[in-house]
């Protein structure tokens, strides 16, 4: 199993909806996760981070950790079209040299 | 404004030569990173570095090589070993090691011939 696992899409959504992307992780990552959204052709930008069980509002963005079922998920309400880009789930992971690495899941494209 | 930034923005090379993409920092972020990312693959790490003057090999380092002369500079070759060096690389960077929350440059995208 990866460590990281991501549902490619594309995902639509109607305009003014709620977007649900979700991401699984394995025993190998620690419980710090991040997402990222990326435009086509250009970097990815954090748009959140959450480290414990629960909900994590931010502005139109909610992240939500579920340890005991080993996802995290990022719902995006009031969907706009400028939320069209690749959103991309990362956790923490320790190398064989102690370095706790970021690991990242290919990615969900949001339409 | 404070940030990073990579240049060059796009970059042709032919197979068998060395090249090097910038990444500079003005954030005074002690840790740099540098990914590549290919068409449907995570981000996968090629070398990261903690301190000025130390570095160590990520997951994919054959092939590149850093240094890191300066807290706000960490250069990447591409050196003829890479097999396949054409890919968009991502320099990124975090206050700390211990700072999981990395911010990335605009990338570079190399195409090698």
């Known amino acids: 199993q990866k460590e990281v696992e991501q549902n490619s899409g594309p995902l639509s959504v109607p305009e003014g909806a709620i977007a649900s992307l979700n991401c699984t992780y394995s025993?190998?990552?620690?419980?710090?996760f991040f997402w990222y959204r990326q435009y086509s052709g250009k970097s990815p930008e954090l748009i959140m981070s959450i480290y414990s069980n629960g909900d994590k509002e931010d502005g139109r963005f909610t992240a939500q950790l579920n340890k005991a079922s080993q996802y995290v998920s990022l719902l995006i309400r009031d969907s706009q079209p400028s939320d069209s880009a690749t959103y991309l789930c990362?956790?923490?992971?320790?190398?064989?040299?102690?370095?706790?690495?970021?690991?990242f899941g290919t990615g969900t494209r949001l339409l | 404004d404070g940030g990073i930034t990579q240049s060059p923005k796009y970059l042709f090379r032919k197979e068998g030569q060395n090249v090097t993409l910038s990444c500079e920092q003005n954030l005074n972020h002690d840790a740099m990173y540098w990914y590549r990312q290919d068409p449907g693959q995570g981000l996968r790490l090629i070398y990261y570095?903690?301190?000025?003057?130390?570095?160590q090999k990520g997951d994919i380092a054959e092939g590149y090589s850093v240094s890191r002369e300066k807290k706000e500079s960490f250069p990447l070759t591409v050196t003829s070993a890479q097999k396949n060096p054409t890919a968009f690389y991502l320099c990124?960077?975090?206050?700390?090691?211990?700072?999981?929350?990395?911010?990335f440059g605009p990338g570079t995208r190399l195409t090698v011939t």
């Open positions: 990362a956790a923490r992971s320790i190398m064989n040299t102690g370095f706790q690495k970021l690991v």
């Open positions: 990124a960077s975090s206050p700390r090691t211990t700072d999981y929350e990395q911010y």
């Open positions: 570095s903690q301190i000025v003057n130390d570095f």
């Open positions: 025993d190998r990552v620690s419980q710090s």
